[in-house]
């Protein structure tokens, strides 16, 4: 609880670990206790509440424009003022605690996407999983299979079933894990100071976090997640010289999922280290049932049923092969929707395939693609 005096003096006076310091405003207070730099600015609210998260003990002595009574401000009141990336699980949730009832409560609430509606499916088990391990149990979701099987789109489908902002990160491009996760010294007018990285203020925010394609993320990087992920749920920043500004708490509210990529196909990956790979729940991703795929391809790109038809077998081919080991690789379903795409602006079916499908394989695999795709007209 914070306590704001009225009184005929102005001034605050600020309290931590049994230390008090008097400062002749807030702002001098936020500077004087590195809780903000010189060239900033904060309105009183958001000051206060920087304080508390800080472990501050606050006492505001301000002139009133009449005299009044000490009034007690409890820290609830003081509402923190929403920015972009923000998530309440609570709003969803409520105050249920019964798990079995709040299961059942959260499948009803959180719609699956459809076909008809979305133009994207989701197993109902693999929905559900998402719901009991993200909302219910809080744990950290792995997103495993082939590439383009609709792992990242499933993410961004979930985040927006719950109306939270998705934050994705591409792990492979955190090859600077300390500015990747942290931030880097900067200069300005001629004074250092530590500019935070997105990340480290997104996972203080809340919502949902996606770690996409974790296994192109570096060892440093991976090592520094572990206390992100497990109980824990902080980062403390080694690379920062004020000790106020250097531990970022995990909001309570934060959801994290990760794809991987998995298989000998996907070069650059590396097999995700097991200390990491225990702070997930697995959930599988696969391709989708035919008819499901060519429903999708009709809706996304108004191309007729017996080209979409044609698409999606051609498509069960290559990835037979590719499980056989003949090629290297199956074909996405983002691939299938962008030889839809060219079919709907006019173009022929076998230039379609040829500019989204065949184009994407290495030169000793494309004659034997063809001729598959031959068969079909």
Known sequence: MKVIKNGKARGIEIEKGGKKKTFPSIRQALIGTKLMNEKSSMNKQEALLRFKRNGYKVILNEKPKKAVKSIEIKTTDLK??????EFSINKLIGDEVNRKLLTDKLLKKVKTPTVAKDGFYVKKDTWKRLIIDLLVLRKNVLLTGASGTGKTELAQRFAKAIKSQIEVYDMSAFTDATAGLFGSHRMRAGTSYFDKAHFYNTIQRGGVILLDEITRATRETGNHLFSVLDDRKVLTNPYSESDVNNVAN?????????????????????????ALRQRFVKVHVDYLPSKIEADI?????????E??????????????????????????????????????????????????????????EQDEIRDLIKQFG
């Open 80 to 85: 923190k003022p929403k920015s972009k990336g």
């Open 297 to 305: 391809l009709i809706k996304r790109c108004g191309i007729s049923k």
């Open 307 to 364: 080209d979409a038809t044609k698409l999606v077998k051609i498509a069960d081919k290559i990835r037979t092969r590719c499980k056989n080991e003949s090629l290297n690789r199956a074909t996405s379903i983002r691939e299938l929707i962008d030889a839809g795409d060219y079919i709907s602006c006019g173009e022929t079916f076998l230039d379609a395939v040829e500019w989204s499908i065949v184009s994407g394989y290495q030169d000793d």
């Open 250 to 274: 995990v909001n309570h509210s934060c959801m994290i999922l990760a794809t991987a990529n998995e298989g000998y196909q996907y070069t650059g990956t590396k097999t995700l280290d097991e």
